[in-house]
């Protein structure tokens, strides 16, 4: 073939250090754009992001030279830096070490992403160690308890 096409779609996790819940509500908007933002500077197509106090979910779309490892490092990274210049509110924020990186098929974008937006009422009922060990067991992901959350 004389040329590559490929569009390759990521759902990722991540949550605040320590799971601590302080992306309130009238700063997660920001915070989002902040993700969203990172992603389009570096060729990343953002579909939906989103999520609560504690955790943000990401569909994203990623060009196949980019690995999952380098992407959380982006979207982290990138939008800790700008949440650090930006919300004086955050104050010392940092997201936990760890993500969920999942493939999602392109059949499969509507359904996800209404799952990110769902998030709000999803967790009146749903911990997020609950909702997170569902998404690596739904994967076929093996993972040890002991070593899921600090």
């Avoid at 920001?30 to 990343?44: F, H, L, M, S």
């Avoid at 919300?87 to 509507?110: K, M, N």
């Amino acid at each position: 073939m004389a040329s590559t096409y490929t569009m390759l779609y990521a759902h990722l996790v991540f949550s605040t250090k320590k799971r601590r819940a302080v992306l309130i509500p009238s700063l997660r908007e920001r915070v989002w754009a902040y993700v969203a933002g990172v992603a389009k500077e570096n060729k990343i197509t953002p579909i939906e992001i989103g999520g609560v106090e504690d955790h943000c979910h990401a569909l994203v779309g990623l060009p196949a030279t980019l690995s999952h490892a380098r992407l959380a490092q982006i979207l982290k990274g990138g939008s800790s830096l700008g949440i650090h210049q930006n919300l004086p509110e955050l104050q010392g924020f940092a997201w936990q070490d760890g993500y969920g990186a999942f493939s999602v098929s392109h059949s499969q974008i509507t359904k996800v992403a209404q799952y990110i937006r769902g998030q709000e009422a999803h967790h009146h009922h749903q911990s997020f160690e609950d909702e997170y060990r569902q998404l690596l067991k739904k994967h076929g992901i093996p993972f040890r308890e002991e070593f899921l959350f600090e």
